[in-house]
């Protein structure tokens, strides 16, 4: 009896500490914008995305339109265009391709303000297939795994994108049910709240799902905003989550986000019955 009793105190006390938690957001400065940007070494426009701080959970951002955005490096300078119109979105020719070993500068200008960021491109390393299994209750299949979560000399961000519109069965269905884009970080840090996060929705695909896999490269300070940002995100809510906290940036003062410059690794594979 005393040995049941020491099993139900600990399920109780973790139980105890479930309560329900109101959010209270500070309204922002109007002029404090967010920047969302990945400069790459793969074929295609590369895109700065800029909009306004929201002040509620769910809200959409607003897009900050009529900036004029260049990115620079050591002997190039390209002038980005906002494209379509009111977007906030601003993308390069597609002619840009991003070099390892580049040294990259951002620069916005808007309503007579000046924002700067810089990222340096380390370069991409191949790497092995991510692993899957199959369900022999309904002959579907999930990822097993995908990287290391935790390697001090080996950063990265996966990418995964499965496709299984075109298999027998499926080609009527809702395309947001035929499609999933997964991310996955290698991090150069282990934190309690990543290895007891919260579960995070199981996939099922069918055999002949494509699976692109996306391999990005990350500098320390890349994979440090990273760290920051899933503290306060997907890794929030679990069993021993972190005192919330401004996620770093690497923007000049009335920025926040991330401009960052990621080498690509792709891998492709059919999922096989």
Known sequence: MKKNILYIIPILLLLSCVKQTDWTLQSQS???IVVEGIITDTMGSQRIIITHPVSGLNETPQPVSGANVIITNEDSAYTLTEHPLNSGTYITKSSFIGQTGKNYSLLIAINNRLYTAKAYMVP???FNALTYS????????????????????DTAMWEVLLD???V?????????KTKARLLYYTLPTLDVSQIFAPPVEDI???PGTIIVERRYSLTPEHAAFLRTL??????????????PANVITNLSSGAVGFFAA?????LSLTVLP
Request: net charge negative; aromatic share 12%; glycine share 10%.
């Open 30 to 32: 109007t002029d404090l």
């Open 124 to 126: 991409g390393i191949h």
């Open 134 to 153: 199959k369900d022999e209750g309904d002959n579907l299949y999930h990822i097993d795994s995908v990287a290391k979560a935790f390697d001090t000399r």
């Open 164 to 166: 299984w519109s075109h």
């Open 168 to 176: 027998p069965g499926y080609g009527n269905a809702d395309p947001s």
């Open 204 to 206: 099922r695909f069918p």
């Open 230 to 243: 899933i503290l306060e995100t997907n890794w929030q809510g679990g069993l021993f989550s972190t005192v």
């Open 262 to 266: 990621c080498s690509i690794t792709t």
